[in-house]
């Protein structure tokens, strides 16, 4: 079941609602939902961002929540912000803590996971089987969020 996202908006950035991918169990999958941000006061898409629904193994290392921001945005901060909005959509789902990963050279997202109130509860070495260590990913920091 997918929740409105309307609500998923502050003074300064808004979600848009690009698409909604239904769970797959077959594959392990949960539902996703798949987000542009924007910038609330022109429309400007920034970046993007998805909330994954749910708690599973393959969440813990996947994570919950995926963000990129585009170059020339960087350094605003959107992903941290779409971070929190997406914290609300998490609640709507009766969630109440996420995971949030990244890889641990990447300097920025490992800042945004803290920025967020993440706490990191792990390195951890990918499994040989897992889609992002078949595409040359090793490790993830895994990053635990309390709503």
């Known amino acids: ?3 409105d996202t309307a609500d998923l908006h502050t003074d300064e950035i ?3 609602l690009t698409e909604t991918l239904p769970a ?3 594959k392990r999958w949960v539902p996703v939902y798949c987000f542009k941000i924007c910038r609330a006061v022109s429309g400007e898409e920034v970046g993007e961002c998805n909330f994954r629904v749910g708690n599973t193994e393959k969440l813990f290392f996947g994570g919950n929540i995926g963000y990129t921001v585009d170059e020339p945005f960087r350094g605003n901060h959107y992903a941290a912000k779409a971070c929190l909005l997406l914290f609300k959509l ?3 789902h009766g969630m109440r803590h996420l995971h949030i990963t990244c890889t641990p050279d990447n300097i920025a997202s490992n800042k945004t996971c ?3 109130g993440g706490v990191l509860e792990c ?3 990918l499994p ?3 889609d992002m ?3 040359g990913e090793r490790q993830k920091r895994i990053y635990r969020i309390d709503l």
Do not use: C, G, Q, S
């Open 123 to 125: 390195t951890i070495d």
């Open 24 to 26: 797959v169990p077959e």
């Open 133 to 135: 260590y078949l595409e």
């Open 90 to 92: 998490a609640k709507k």
């Open 1 to 3: 079941m997918f929740f």
């Open 128 to 130: 040989t089987d897992n």
């Open 14 to 16: 808004f979600l848009k």
């Open 114 to 116: 803290r920025a967020v």
